[in-house]
């Protein structure tokens, strides 16, 4: 009489757990998979599962089987081998579903098959968010348990071609090899961007017994994404750009004043990453040590020596480093890089973030981090946690082949079992605030918290379907006097205010002259954030004591931006001083005029009387 054995295998959600596989049945059987997953126009997915037992051995043969599918919901379960159809045993778990099924046929016999199939259908697979469909389809825990194991998807037409697939494809086709999949498991992306709302409240307080100046770091533009701020209240002095691109709102508060500024918005996020130029100075600036990024720890410079590449740094930290799912709800502090390596059980996303900026800049490889949102709908498998308001922190590195910042999230891409977030992230992180030329600042949104309130809920993003309708305005404010003193240096400013909600991309604003020195003046922005404005003192060489003409020079900017329809002329009079300063030069030459009659009077009075 034969023997039989029960055989136990786990397709588990980005290896959430191991599998269970009785040790005669992984030596005794192999076990051929072909998935299928055809999903519909709604997003509704039917998963064909062709499997074959093959018998390895005269001594046992398989008459039930279980497998572990990691979704957390299906229906419409199915089954059936070459006798006939299956009643499947369904039972939920922590971990998705087992299903167990009891053969109709037994393979006995070295090398005896025992083919079967199993059907069900999941609404779980691939999901629409905003803009973007999303496929995420679990991967196998034991590649070596299966002796092939392969997917196919199938997607409906009006998906358009796929934004990225992951694991990489050398061609757009979507068939999966057991070696492609590992443990990483399948996502795909389809649609061109992904559009946010974000609704964010900083609270501000003034201790001190004198006024003060403070600052709010807004979600800014980026290589990777568009921001638009509809609205600030209350208004900021001024926004300004810093040297990391962030942007910092300026507000003026009273002694022991305190503040809630609103501020809301759209932000644009695309996949591929616009160049950005970097500086001599800025590569500098972007591999030195700072608090929490400790190049000059032995231990960080051995492993900068040793794996020297972005990718290699990535692998390693994301191996590595074991998130700790007890610390994002507490108030532990930030570990930093050198204690990160000390604690590697006990890693939240800054110390992902922090490991690989540190290793990446000893290595001479400019890094940097990115504080802000990152959506989510599985906290186990993609955790976010930075503030209580739960926001994520990942890093970026500087492509000096691409020529541009690269993000990356060390973190899922351990979280996820493999997952690849190195060659391409997602349209699901948004910037709210960049740490480069500092590792502690400036705070991002979420941040801004009286401690009497710790708890407050300050950051509100969910998906957006349209731009706003006013992108791009500004006005020029000139301020030169309408008439100069001959002989005198001319001097005034000019002041460009952002009206819109669209950053004005940095550009060359031409000054020209026929009648002033010099003739030609250019001077640069640096790039206007919403509710910003940029002022430049400008300054024209004096003219000849005598010149009394009118003076003028022309103000033109970018063809190609919205100020392009702002160019104007300014006019100024100059003229010598005797016949400036609104008419006293004017009154000053006709006093001295009566004086000098004056005086002429009195010598010729004089002089009559002397002849007398």
Same mark, same amino acid.
């Given at each position: ?101 009891? %053969?109709? &046929?037994?393979?006995?016999? @070295?090398?005896? !098959?025992?083919?079967?199939? =199993? $059907? *069900? ?37 009006? %998906?358009? &071609?796929?934004?990225?697939? @992951?694991?990489? !494809?050398?061609?757009?086709? =979507? $068939? *999966? ?47 990777? !994404? ?387």
């Amino acid at each position: 009489m034969k023997k039989f054995l029960a055989a136990f295998i786990s397709l588990l959600l980005f290896c959430l757990v191991l599998p269970s596989f009785a040790t005669a049945a992984a030596s005794d059987f192999t076990t051929d998979y072909h998935v299928t997953y055809a999903i519909t126009e709604s997003g509704k997915t039917h998963a064909t599962l062709q499997g074959t037992l093959t018998n390895t051995s005269s001594q046992y043969y398989a008459s039930s089987y279980k497998m572990q599918l990691g979704f957390d919901e299906i229906d419409n379960v199915k089954a059936s081998d070459s006798e006939g159809p299956i009643i499947p045993q369904v039972e939920k778990n922590d971990h998705g579903y087992v299903i167990g099924l009891t %053969f109709n &046929k037994k393979a006995v016999g @070295k090398g005896s !098959q025992l083919p079967f199939t =199993l $059907t *069900f259908d999941t609404p779980t697979i691939a999901k629409q968010y905003g803009k973007i469909w999303e496929i995420n389809i679990p991967g196998i825990s034991n590649p070596n348990d299966f002796s092939s194991f392969s997917v196919n998807v199938s997607v409906p037409p009006s %998906f358009g &071609k796929a934004t990225y697939i @992951k694991p990489q !494809q050398a061609s757009n086709a =979507l $068939t *999966f090899t057991k070696e492609q999949l590992g443990k990483s498991g399948i996502s795909i992306a389809f649609g061109d961007q992904q559009l946010y709302n974000f609704s964010l409240t900083y609270h501000l307080k003034n201790d001190k017994v004198y006024p003060v100046k403070t600052e709010i770091a807004l979600p800014p533009s980026t290589n990777y !994404q568009t921001v638009f701020v509809t609205d600030i209240q209350p208004k900021p002095l001024n926004v300004t750009k810093d040297a990391d691109g962030n942007w910092l709102a300026e507000y003026r508060l009273l002694p022991a004043q305190k503040l809630e500024v609103l501020a809301a918005g759209i932000a644009q996020v695309n996949l591929v990453p616009k160049q950005q130029t970097l500086s001599e100075k800025d590569f500098a600036l972007y591999t030195k040590e700072q608090p929490y990024w400790q190049t000059s720890d032995n231990r960080i410079k051995e492993l900068a020596s040793e794996l020297k590449t972005p990718e290699a740094i990535y692998d390693y930290v994301a191996k590595t480093l074991t998130y700790d799912f007890s610390r994002v709800t507490g108030d532990k502090p930030r570990l930093g890089a050198t204690d990160a390596l000390k604690n590697q059980n006990s890693a939240v996303c800054l110390e992902y973030t922090d490991l690989f900026i540190a290793i990446a800049r000893a290595a001479g490889i400019p890094a940097r981090e990115i504080n802000g949102f990152a959506y989510t709908e599985n906290a186990k498998q993609r955790p976010i946690s930075l503030t209580r308001d739960i926001l994520h922190a990942w890093p970026e590195y500087y492509d000096t082949e691409k020529k541009t910042w690269i993000m990356i999230d060390p973190t899922w891409g351990s979280t996820t079992g493999g997952v690849d977030y190195f060659s391409v992230l997602d349209f699901d992180h948004v910037a709210f605030a960049i740490k480069g030329q500092e590792s502690d600042y400036p705070v991002p949104a979420g941040g801004y918290k009286f401690l009497d309130d710790k708890d407050s809920k300050d950051v509100s993003v969910n998906f957006a379907q349209s731009l706003p309708d006013q992108i791009t305005d500004a006005s020029v404010v000139t301020n030169f006097p309408k008439t100069a003193i001959a002989g005198l240096p001319i001097i005034g400013d000019i002041t460009v205010k952002n009206t819109g909600s669209a950053e004005i991309p940095a550009q060359l604003v031409n000054l020209t002259s026929l009648t002033l020195a010099p003739s030609e003046q250019i001077l640069n922005t640096s790039g206007i954030p919403p509710f910003g404005s940029q002022t430049w003192k400008v300054a024209y060489r004096p003219t000849s004591p005598i010149t009394n003409k009118d003076a003028s020079f022309a103000i033109r900017f970018d063809p190609q931006s919205v100020l392009a329809a702002k160019a104007t002329d300014q006019h100024i009079k100059v003229a010598p001083f005797y016949l400036t300063m609104w008419g006293i030069g004017s009154m000053f030459l006709g006093v001295l005029i009566i004086i000098l009659i004056i005086v002429v009077l009195k010598i010729r009075s004089v002089a009559l009387r002397r002849y007398r």
